[in-house]
């Protein structure tokens, strides 16, 4: 007797980029690849290496003031120091972003198989982000800069989000806050002006992440084309307001005030900058593509990507 899954059922659908991968298939694969490469950030690092003298905490080109005139002013040890900060920022957002994901991943399956490859991985993936947030509340201490929470307005609507969103818009802010940050420490953890400790830390999310995203792009795929017009059309929206807020929280504003600058100004010089729209844009350009090859960018979130800077 044959039986009928929900990927027999789906067989034959494809999008844009063709036919639909079988849900079992891509999970085993990545389960598969999860036993070869997965890490202990606790082991694997050298967490008690001291800080190395003139190293960065975060590529220069990087930093959200680079290129800018108050960067041209600013002397080496204030950049580096900003770098330091910024990097503590960003460790703090990812912290902030995994625990939300985790969630979203547990609603995803609540009322899935529990013996399925697809329910098992996306088990794996939460071990994967709790490994991660440890990873980066250690690093973010190894520097000595404080924890950048984001505000209490944004904090809040997280909270929303993670408790209402439909699926194919989880998956949507899963792949917003994995790939810019994926591409942005694809070029920091082969950097060697970097700090050893952070080329570590961002080696071991780039292997870990990349799982993740396949996962995330395979399964937003699935559900656009699934989904009814209605879940569609607020993925869209939903996404299009992500985009928005994730790029205004991406650097805390408090960075700058504890290196000594005139918030105002970095703000201004920071949104006036054409080096930082094209770092974010280029960062971005690997999903929004990929999003809008599946129709996601369409309408009213198509409009919001743009007003965040992401989309050129």
Same mark, same amino acid.
């Given at each position: 007797?044959?039986?009928?899954?929900?990927?027999?059922?789906?067989? *034959?659908? +494809?999008?844009?980029?063709?036919?639909?991968?079988?849900?079992?298939?891509?999970?085993?694969?990545?389960?598969?690849?999860?036993?070869?490469?997965?890490?202990?950030?606790?082991?694997?690092?050298?967490?008690?290496?001291?800080?190395?003298?003139?190293? @960065?905490? @975060?590529?220069?080109?990087?930093?959200?003031?680079?290129?800018?005139?108050?960067?041209?002013?600013?002397?080496?040890?204030?950049?580096?120091?900003?770098?330091?900060?910024?990097?503590?920022?960003?460790?703090?957002?990812?912290?902030?972003?995994?625990?939300?994901?985790?969630?979203?991943?547990?609603?995803?399956?609540?009322?899935?198989?529990?013996?399925?490859?697809?329910?098992?991985?996306?088990?794996?993936?939460?071990?994967?982000?709790?490994?991660?947030?440890?990873?980066?509340?250690?690093?973010?201490?190894?520097?000595?800069?404080?924890?950048?929470?984001?505000?209490?307005?944004?904090?809040?609507?997280?909270?929303?989000?993670?408790?209402?969103?439909?699926?194919?818009?989880?998956?949507?802010?899963?792949?917003?806050?994995?790939?810019?940050?994926?591409?942005?420490?694809?070029?920091?953890?082969?950097?060697?002006?970097?700090?050893?400790?952070?080329?570590?830390?961002?080696?071991?999310?780039?292997?870990?992440?990349?799982?993740?995203?396949?996962?995330?792009?395979?399964?937003? +795929?699935?559900?656009?084309?699934?989904?009814?017009?209605?879940?569609?059309?607020?993925?869209?929206?939903?996404?299009?307001?992500?985009?928005?807020?994730?790029?205004?929280?991406?650097?805390?504003?408090?960075?700058?005030?504890?290196?000594?600058?005139?918030? +105002?100004?970095?703000?201004?010089?920071?949104?006036?900058? *054409?080096? +930082?729209?094209?770092?974010?844009?280029? *960062?971005?350009?690997?999903?929004?593509?990929?999003?809008?090859?599946?129709?996601?960018?369409?309408?009213?979130?198509?409009?919001?990507?743009?007003?965040?800077?992401?989309?050129?």
């Amino acid at each position: 007797m044959t039986t009928v899954t929900e990927d027999t059922e789906l067989s *034959g659908l +494809r999008d844009a980029l063709g036919l639909l991968k079988d849900r079992e298939q891509v999970a085993l694969r990545l389960l598969e690849s999860s036993a070869r490469h997965s890490f202990d950030p606790d082991k694997e690092l050298d967490w008690d290496a001291p800080v190395e003298d003139g190293k @960065w905490f @975060w590529p220069p080109e990087l930093v959200s003031l680079y290129d800018t005139p108050l960067w041209k002013r600013m002397s080496e040890e204030q950049r580096m120091d900003l770098a330091r900060h910024e990097a503590a920022s960003l460790a703090s957002l990812g912290i902030w972003f995994e625990i939300i994901l985790m969630q979203l991943l547990v609603r995803h399956i609540y009322d899935k198989s529990v013996t399925s490859a697809h329910v098992r991985y996306a088990l794996t993936e939460i071990a994967d982000e709790c490994r991660h947030s440890m990873m980066f509340a250690r690093m973010i201490q190894k520097g000595g800069a404080p924890t950048y929470p984001v505000t209490k307005l944004n904090h809040n609507l997280a909270r929303i989000l993670k408790t209402v969103s439909t699926t194919p818009g989880s998956f949507a802010c899963t792949l917003l806050g994995e790939e810019i940050l994926d591409w942005m420490q694809r070029l920091t953890f082969p950097d060697e002006r970097v700090q050893t400790i952070v080329r570590g830390v961002t080696r071991i999310h780039v292997v870990e992440e990349a799982r993740h995203v396949r996962y995330a792009r395979e399964e937003l +795929r699935r559900q656009m084309v699934t989904a009814p017009r209605w879940e569609r059309e607020l993925t869209r929206i939903s996404s299009g307001e992500a985009a928005r807020v994730f790029s205004i929280a991406f650097v805390n504003p408090q960075v700058y005030t504890d290196v000594g600058l005139d918030r +105002r100004e970095a703000l201004a010089q920071v949104k006036a900058s *054409g080096h +930082r729209r094209e770092v974010m844009q280029t *960062g971005a350009k690997r999903l929004t593509d990929f999003l809008d090859d599946i129709g996601v960018m369409r309408g009213v979130g198509r409009r919001l990507w743009k007003s965040s800077g992401l989309l050129a």
